[in-house]
């Protein structure tokens, strides 16, 4: 049996503390105890309110403590002599680090119960580059709460009907001014994933060739890859894809489609310059091929002048955009949409009512709240605003403790790709990374091949006073990895 060893006066103090009353249960705890130590079996906890404070803390069920804490005896075979206070400390660590409970018992028992646990988080914490998400802060909770508030008293009927393949008309509408386009050349979407799948199954058969930038996301090349594609690769520059390279790939064989994305790219953070966005809709149509735009981190841009889209620029009725509002509102709402010619937004539309009859119109509603009522422009200007603070962060700690490190600044966005020297296998580093409590995406996950001294670095994932950390953390990984390479 799982016993925990606890003080009687941390007991008191912490029932006293919590406020509620149970002061009783504390009193008899603290009785009990005698000589001022007192041991409570896991079974206890569950009953005595010492479990249920913890509990509600936490915000978990007190069966959910007691399962944690019952897996413990099989890993230490021992009683766990941990305080109450230093239970809470072990709790919360685990919920907070995503630790096992045993993990962070360790941590905690390690300290006093009056644990700094500033410090503690510090020294815990993986610091993660790898989540292409912004962290919980960036959220927009109190807006969004509002705009569903809002969207359920003047819009109920509609956000909580089924719509058609279009979604929610209103919100296509405000799209298309958006873009300067005519409302039957929009159509919402779950995400702009979902928008892309929609898209390549309408557009692109088995076999069929689609040019994919290399670099490119991971998604979207695996989405084709099941589709039977053959996926081929043209290289990015530091302003977008090579155009001649894009030229010569869709001269040597007819190719149904060219997947793009232009702003901030996922993952090598570079933009496509004006340039080469008007050259890229001239190869396209004259190789009659169509482009996939695809854009979601348009709005996400620090400096500068937004660049027009190819969507604008086309003549030739052969490009399709898509955007998103997950880095404006939030990934959770998965609100997407595909712009472009008429009767492709047509056909999609009934491609999508016939798979999921019309794209969540709740969430819908509530975006256009947002849209209308300019909570969305201020938070896009927030989230820019601490987006540009963290990479600022993230290219001088890199300039300053990975000096080898070369990369493209990104002018927006989430990413920044880096690539190391060609010795650098950056599997390897990852491992080694994984030690120093700092993770990333290898590079190879993006490329149809090769990759292996690139890695991805998310920065919209991790808070600006943590950035300098992970950097350090990852040149202490390259170090590993290179002091254990064969001379
Ligand atoms: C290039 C690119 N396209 C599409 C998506 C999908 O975004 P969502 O489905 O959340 O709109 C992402 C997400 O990170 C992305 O980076």
Not at 240 to 261: E, F, R, T
Not at 387 to 398: H, I, N, P, Y
Not at 420 to 443: H, K, M, N, S
């Amino acid at each position: 049996m799982t016993r925990l060893v606890c003080d009687a006066n941390v007991a008191l103090k912490w029932f006293h503390s919590d406020g509620e009353p149970q002061v009783q249960e504390a009193r008899a705890l603290a009785v009990a105890a005698g000589d001022g130590v007192l041991e409570l079996s896991v079974l206890d906890l569950t009953y005595f309110e010492v479990g249920n404070a913890l509990a509600s803390k936490l915000r978990w069920a007190a069966s959910r403590i007691a399962a944690l804490l019952s897996q413990l005896p099989a890993i230490t075979g021992e009683p766990l002599r941990l305080s109450l206070g230093e239970m809470f400390v072990t709790a919360d660590l685990a919920v907070s680090h995503g630790l096992s409970f045993y993990d962070a018992s360790y941590w905690a028992a390690a300290r006093s119960v009056e644990a700094d646990l500033a410090t503690l988080d510090s020294a815990l914490l993986a610091v993660s580059f790898a989540r292409g998400a912004p962290s919980a802060d960036l959220l927009p909770a109190d807006a969004v709460r509002e705009a569903a508030e809002r969207a359920l008293t003047d819009d109920w009927k509609r956000a909580l009907s089924y719509g058609t393949g279009i979604g929610h008309p209103e919100l296509c509408a405000w799209i298309a001014d958006q873009h300067g386009l005519d409302p039957s050349q929009v159509m919402v979407t779950n995400g702009s994933l979902e928008a892309g799948a929609l898209l390549f199954e309408h557009l692109v058969a088995p076999s069929d060739r689609v040019v994919v930038e290399q670099p490119s996301y991971d998604r979207t090349l695996l989405l084709l890859e099941r589709i039977g594609a053959e996926r081929v690769g043209v290289p990015l520059e530091a302003d977008g894809i090579d155009v001649d390279a894009l030229d010569s790939a869709l001269g040597a064989a007819p190719a149904k489609l060219v997947h793009l994305i232009p702003n901030f790219h996922n993952p090598a953070g570079c933009t496509l310059s004006d340039e080469k966005r008007r050259r890229v809709v001239e190869i396209a149509a004259r190789h009659d091929c169509w482009i996939f735009e695809d854009d979601p981190y348009g709005e996400v841009g620090f400096e500068g002048e937004r660049l027009a889209t190819l969507l604008s620029l086309d003549g030739a009725g052969r490009v399709i955009h898509a955007s998103s509002f997950s880095k404006t509102v939030s990934p959770g709402v998965r609100i997407g949409y595909l712009a472009g010619p008429a009767d492709e937004i047509k056909a999609l539309a009934k491609r999508a009512n016939e798979i999921y009859i019309s794209p969540n119109m709740l969430a819908e509603s509530i975006v256009l709240e947002l849209c209308r009522s300019g909570g969305l422009a201020r938070n896009i200007e927030l989230v820019n605003a601490a987006l540009k603070q963290r990479r600022d962060a993230l290219v001088a700690a890199l300039r300053e403790h990975v000096p080898e490190a070369d990369f493209v600044i990104p002018a927006g966005g989430y990413f920044l790709w880096l690539t190391l020297d060609a010795d650098v296998d950056c599997t390897e580093l990852l491992a080694a990374a994984e030690q120093e409590r700092v993770v990333f995406i290898p590079g190879r996950d993006f490329m149809l091949e090769g990759g292996e001294s690139s890695l991805r670095l998310s920065f919209a994932s991790t808070p600006p006073d943590q950035i300098p950390e992970g950097v350090q953390r990852l040149a202490r990984a390259l170090e590993r990895v290179r002091s254990a390479a064969p001379a």
